[in-house]
């Protein structure tokens, strides 16, 4: 994945559940590579990692309990679906 | 009367003294809202049902029941969700979004009385600094119409300076509230993270999103941080924190002000430079001190801010499929395709080079050399700026290294864009609190932002610091044609 190209698009694309097309992907490529020489900067700079490892992955997410609680009424859920059955969210066929 | 002119609390002694209504106040603000929003394009969408909350307002003020936000009109960011009212971020994806429930930042004002006047303009899910990425179109800054609002809270910013909302709130990731506030002349504070619930807030990167104020004054910024400010049970990084409104108004003298070296570099512009150490010298007329100070991994905080805020965004997008909510499309012929072409047709051109970045940055084999190393380098630039808070009270920089410019004078290279969020981006990675107020303006009339950065949680501290600059120098100006 050295490459900058368009082939690099298409595999980032699929990790996104995008695709890009024709002049679409040439300009999202040429954008891309213009922002990873930006971000190169990262990859190139010299940091003392040890010295910032562990308080970096120190940082534990906070939950709250799991406690059962009244949740939001199931119709008002379903009313921005595009597509329901009844009371299930309806898509197109998943397997053959 | 130009009841646009005044502060809250002026608004406040007119309510209470009966010399006008929660209703009155209302009409007048949807009257300028019909008037001159076609020019403006602040609003996504105006409250319907903004009367019938200034009947419950009006009420409550009678019954002398009134908070300080009882019976006042502001507007919200199209990224908070309110239940019940069309929530779209700006966003295809979005454009018909009609929340289940609020967000807690508008529960909390609407149990204050305020009356929601609408939802304001921003770049496609807060990614922009110009909002001109809305799926919408654009807001124009009311200074000059030719000119970008900023963002991505442009239209909170371009309707509380053109007097179509009292104040409002906007959300702030690497300086979406602060930027255009600067760009449009009026006062905006992103909060220390965790001051404000994120509840609600449609989000983009999780560790750095904040909501915050938009107003014409520090004051005016400190009563609506007050009305949202504490924790909450559905945002487990929030904290309870002291109201800020009985900081405004302490003496500054003695306050040490750090200028870091870094900021004052190549790049910025003349006027910018200029304003910004003037307004050095003004707060030394006040009795501080200033002092030089360094941040020198500069260089490495817009690439490690947008890595690490693309990152988050790309995972925080990834609910997007057209299922429960949101844009469906009629392609494909099966559930992954059609997925994938509710993602292309939903989102805009922005949004999905973050998304590319995002995921690129998470992948197998770039995982260490990017986000982690950005995670590192986050931690850097936090020690960077413990160690300046050891000896000074906040940090005075620029807001944006230009003012406002015009529509047509907008860079196509998206690198060249995130350069511009120089000044910004560091309160955020670090979690520090952070206000513009404007220190003066180019010889075009456009408004030049300064920006003071404080120590975590405190937020009252900075805001009293740009309330004594406001009052002292009064750099805002209040009324202008559209």
Redesign the interface.
Known sequence: ?SMRDSSW?DH??A?????FEGEEKER?AA??A??????????Q?E?G?E???L??EGSM????EDIPAPS?ERE??L?????RQGSY?A????MD | MNLHLKSIKELRALLDGGDITAQELTRYYLDRIEALDPKLRAYITVNTAAMEQAERAQEKIKAGLAKPLTGIPLGLKDNICTKDLRTTCASKMLSDFIPAYSATVAEKLEEAGAIFLGKLNMDEFAMGATTTTSYFGNTMNPYDLERVPGGSSGGSAAAVAAGLCVAALGSDTGGSIRQPASFCGVTGLKPTYGRVSRYGLVAFASSLDQIGPIGKSARDCAILLDAISGKDSKDMTSKESAPVCEQMGQLIEGKVIGLPKEFFQEGMDQQVKDAVLSAAQRFQELGCIIKEVSLPSLDLMIPAYYLISSAEAASNLARYDGVRYGHRSQEGATFEQQRIAARNEGFGKEVKRRILLGNYALSGGYFEEYYKKACLIRRKIQKEYEAIFESCDCILIPTAPTAAYKFSEQREDPAALYLADIYTVGANIAGLPAVTTTCGYTKEWMPIGMSLVGKAFADGEILNMADAFERRFNYILNDFCL
Do not use: H, Q, Y
């Open positions: 994945m698009i980032l694309a990790l996104s559940s995008l695709s999202m954008d891309m213009r922002i990873m020489e930006l971000m190169d900067r990262v990859s700079a940091i990692e010295e910032f490892l308080e970096a997410a906070l939950l709250r939001i008002r859920l009313s921005n679906a595009k597509g969210f898509v197109k066929k998943i």
